[in-house]
């Protein structure tokens, strides 16, 4: 197995003007709160993705993006084994995204008190 | 022939109750195993799961996504 293509969230600014799809896998709860200002975005969560990751074209680049980058480092590795070549993982979550200055919706001051850790709120705890 | 028992996850408590339910049920039946806990993503990733904790005795998928009963991975190990 390729190991997963980790990028920054300006590589990442740098795709999304390039026509890139972010896809983010935390929970509609989580997006709700604060939310990535983009063009092209959708949001599957991770307990969703194995039934409706064919909602993803595989003709364009996208972009994993969660919390802090671990969930959304998991569903990179899946959308490969299933056959998707251009899927990167945004290393860092929308918490790093959020300390760059990078656009989002919703209130940030809860995000940036939240750890680097994203496992309590990850589907397996 | 011992079973080669791995439990999945990145290190949540979930992850941590199935690999002591797995420990409990092995001692107690006396069952030849070897058990791993395997946490890496990528390594986790081989298996293509993405609900944690994950069973895999002798390679083969047995739970996924919750943690087991302990009656569970007696009847698994029988």
Redesign the interface.
Known sequence: ?N??KQICPTTTMGKIENGALIVDVRKATEVANVAFDVPNFINIR??E??ERFTEIPNDKEIVMVCLSG?RS???T??LM?NGYENVFNMDGGIIKWVSKGFPTKGSVDELLNTGSCD??Q???? | MSISIKILGTGCAKCKQTTAIVQEVVNENNIDATIEKIEDIMEIMQYNVLSTPVLVVNEEIKIKGRVPSKKEVEELLK
């Open positions: 197995m190991l997963a991770i307990d993705m194995e671990e480092l998991k569903t590795y899946f084994n496992c309590s990850s589907n397996c705890c």
